[in-house]
Each structure stands twice: as C-alpha cells, then as structure tokens.
C-alpha cells in the first residue's frame, strides 16, 4: 500500500455512520453500568453524536465538532471537576472496545492498536482535567490521531 492509499483511521472505522453507531451502544452499556451509570446520569440525548463528532474529527474526519460545538476546549470543560478515578475511566475504556467488538467493527491488529492508543490517551487526559484545580486552555488544539508506529492497515504481506 503506498502512503497516499492509507485511509484515515476515520475512514478505516466506517466514517460518522460507524462512530454514531458505536457511541450510541456504548452509551446504552454506559448506563446500566453500576460504575458509570451515576457519572452519566445527566447526560443529554445528543451526548453520543457530539461524542461520535469529536471522534471522527480526532480520527482524520470532517471538523464538524470544531465548527459547531466549541472542538477540544469544550470537551475538556466538559470534564472539569467531575473528580473522575481510575477505576472509572478503565471500565470506559474497556466498554467502549468491548461495544467495538460486538458491533463488528475493524479488528485488525493495526486498527485496534492506534484505537487503543488514543482511547488510552485521551481517557487519561479526561481524568487528569477533572481533577481540582484543571482549568480550561481556551485555544486547546482539537488532537489528530493516525496509525501511529504501524503506518498503516494490515495488508498480509
Ligand atoms: C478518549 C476519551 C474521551 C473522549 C473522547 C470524551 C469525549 C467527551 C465529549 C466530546 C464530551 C462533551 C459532549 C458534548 O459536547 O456534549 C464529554 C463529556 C463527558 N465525559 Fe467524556 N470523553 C472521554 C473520556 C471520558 C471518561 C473516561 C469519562 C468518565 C469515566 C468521561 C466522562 C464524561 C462526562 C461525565 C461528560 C459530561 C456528560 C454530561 O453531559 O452530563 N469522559 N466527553
């Protein structure tokens, strides 16, 4: 595969279709979880669109959650002192591939390994925001994730 025919990984998922589709589950499982249920207990209906926006923009997608509702800094506000543990973002983490698998989406190693990274990263980050005293940086980068040390989908060769 030469380096102009790598998709993004946004492509690779199956685009907004496949990411609506995942968040949307994953927020089913979210709250019946007895960890994660009372953290999400207020969310809006429309939490896993924005969710499954901000992913498509992080994974090589349009920038829609940039244009219209507020990119990195809002998601990172939306954090703050939510007092979130370990424990909670793990179990996040672990539902959101765990609903992956069930849906049928991409398994390949490859895939999965820069999926992983990300969630890894930026779960963390949500953690370290909610803490006290985590502020807000107003012209915060929306982050771009890629295939990372892989360079690309698996090919069999
Ligand atoms: C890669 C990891 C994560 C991403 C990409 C992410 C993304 C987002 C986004 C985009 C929003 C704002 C939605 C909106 O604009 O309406 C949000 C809100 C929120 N997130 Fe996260 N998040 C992550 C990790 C976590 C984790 C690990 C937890 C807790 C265990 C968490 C808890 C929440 C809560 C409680 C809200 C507010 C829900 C409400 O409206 O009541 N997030 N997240």
């Given amino acids: 595969m030469s380096a102009q025919n790598v998709p993004t990984l946004y ?4 685009g907004i279709e496949a990411l609506t589709r995942l968040t949307t589950r994953f927020y089913q499982h979210v709250k019946a979880d007895a960890l994660l249920g009372p953290v999400f207990a207020h969310m809006d209906d429309a939490h896993p669109a924005h969710v499954a926006a901000f992913l498509a923009e992080v994974l090589g997608g349009p920038g ?6 507020g990119g ?3 998601m990172i506000q939306q954090h703050l002192n939510r007092h979130l543990v370990q424990e909670q ?5 672990g539902l959101l591939l765990e609903t992956a ?4 989406m991409p398994d ?12 890894e990263w930026g779960s963390r980050l949500a953690v370290i925001n ?5 502020t ?18 698996y090919t069999g060769d």
Avoid: C, I, N, T
């Avoid at 973002?89 to 983490?93: E, H």
């Fill in 11 to 14: 492509e690779w998922v199956g």
């Fill in 64 to 69: 829609d959650y940039s244009s219209q509702h």
């Fill in 72 to 74: 990195h800094p809002r």
């Fill in 89 to 93: 973002r793990r179990r996040w983490v």
């Fill in 101 to 104: 698998d069930e849906l049928g």
């Fill in 108 to 119: 390949d190693p490859e895939f999965r390994s820069a999926l992983v990274g990300y969630l």
């Fill in 130 to 134: 909610s803490q006290p005293g985590a």
């Fill in 136 to 153: 807000v940086d107003a012209h915060a980068p929306m982050p771009k994730w890629g295939w990372g040390e892989v360079k690309g989908p």
